[in-house]
């Protein structure tokens, strides 16, 4: 038995996509691409569950690549997104906080001789829209700006780059990273105004391995992988059905009960955040609002490695910032420009709908029982 609050990192596959999985793996396991009726049927599978991710992302079907994660979307995005605007100009604007799915390919480019603008946050972890405004140029090609941060649950302001993008009939393609956004805050890629938008199933109670990319309809953009011509001839490879059957069904009942686990979520963090402000002394919750499932504090003046594997100990589970960022300092809470007590103590909560009211009581008492019985840090 464990408390587990690492949503943002990874979540539970539902019984529903296992399920729907075991079925596109038992009985409808045939090639999509075959030309007999047992491929047929296959095929006819890929539409229907493409269809239910683009019915829960609020978008076309044909708008809908599967990839194998969210950072394949990232990635690809990215590369194709300054390819096409390759002749228009080489510079870049993306966010000091986006995950290191678009910061790498980021670097990569400017090793390759793009320029690239990273937006600061404020205190709170906010990106003002007019600083994106300001840094727009009329050779800037690409905009990479993600939905919700991943360490902070702070909303970015993508809908507004949308808007300053075309007012300033600038060239930019906009990339969205909607990696933790999906499920967890409305929203469609219409509304927001994006050309491309990166999904992960992960995230969403489907197994690793899945996610998808939204690319607008009518943008013609550069295939991920070459070969069989798989996903509309852009990233080849036989459909990997039972991970996209999983995604689909997650996808599709996680946007049926969308608002109910919004409110479930929020409500446990709002909860949560008051009773550890009131039964931890020294504990400061972060950032007070944002998406319903990330909750980020500090334990001012203790180490949050050791806060983690105290936790760990007791069977609850959180993490000191990104998964993906093992052992280095999160480039996140740096950003926030912490005093260094605050940065080292940072945590990350994360909720699900799994989450219970039990497991919040786990929580604060063992975070309380952190600040009885490990020592402040020194340094
Ligand atoms: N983008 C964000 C904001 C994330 O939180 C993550 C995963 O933590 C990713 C991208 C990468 O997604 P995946 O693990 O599916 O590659």
Redesign the pocket.
């Known amino acids: 038995m464990f408390h587990y609050f690492d949503h943002?990192?990874t979540t539970k596959v539902r019984p529903e996509a296992v399920q729907a999985a075991v079925e596109a793996m038992t009985l409808e396991w045939g090639n999509p691409s075959s030309v007999y009726a047992f491929g047929g049927r296959a095929a006819a599978k890929v539409k229907e569950w493409r269809a239910d991710v683009a019915g829960a992302l609020g978008c076309l079907s044909e708008e809908v690549y599967f990839t194998s994660?969210?950072?394949?979307g990232?990635n690809w995005a990215i590369q194709a997104g300054v390819e096409r605007n390759r002749r228009k100009g080489k510079h870049i604007i993306t966010t000091a906080i986006e995950?290191s799915?678009?910061l790498e390919p980021c670097r990569e480019l400017e090793r390759q001789g793009w320029e690239v603008t990273y937006l600061l946050p404020d205190r709170q972890g906010r990106i003002d829209p007019a600083q994106l405004e300001a840094a727009l140029r009329p050779d800037t090609v690409l905009v990479s700006m993600?939905l919700?941060?991943?360490e902070l649950g702070t909303i970015l302001p993508v809908k507004e780059a949308a808007q300053s993008i075309k007012r300033l009939g600038c060239p930019a393609l906009l990339h969205c990273?909607a990696?933790?956004g999906f499920l967890k805050v409305p929203f469609s890629p219409k509304e927001l105004g994006v050309d491309l938008l990166?999904v992960?199933?992960?995230?969403i109670h489907a197994p690793?391995g899945i996610?998808a990319l939204y690319v607008r309809k009518g943008l013609k953009i550069s295939p991920m992988i070459r070969g069989g011509g798989q996903e509309f001839g852009l990233r080849s490879g036989t459909e990997a059905t039972g991970q996209i059957a999983a995604f689909a069904t997650a996808a599709r009942l996680g946007a049926e009960t969308m608002e109910q686990d919004r409110a479930h979520m929020a409500s446990l963090r709002k909860e949560t955040a008051s009773r550890l402000k009131e039964q931890v002394p020294g504990l400061k919750v972060l950032i007070e609002d944002g998406a319903p499932h990330i909750l980020p504090v500090t334990m001012t003046g203790y180490k949050s490695e050791v806060v983690v594997r105290y936790l760990s100990d007791r069977g609850v589970y959180l993490s000191s910032g990104?998964?993906?960022h093992k052992g280095k300092p999160s480039h996140v809470f740096a950003a926030l420009k912490l005093p260094k007590p605050e940065l080292d103590g940072a945590l990350r909560i994360s909720f699900s709908s799994d989450t219970t009211q039990e497991d919040v009581d786990a929580l604060v008492s063992a975070l309380s029982a952190a600040q009885r019985e490990l020592f402040p840090s020194m340094s």
Do not use: L, P, Y
């Open positions: 943002a990192a994660c969210g950072t394949e990232d995950h799915a678009v993600m919700v941060n991943n990273d990696v933790q990166s992960s199933g992960h995230k690793k996610g990104s998964a993906c």
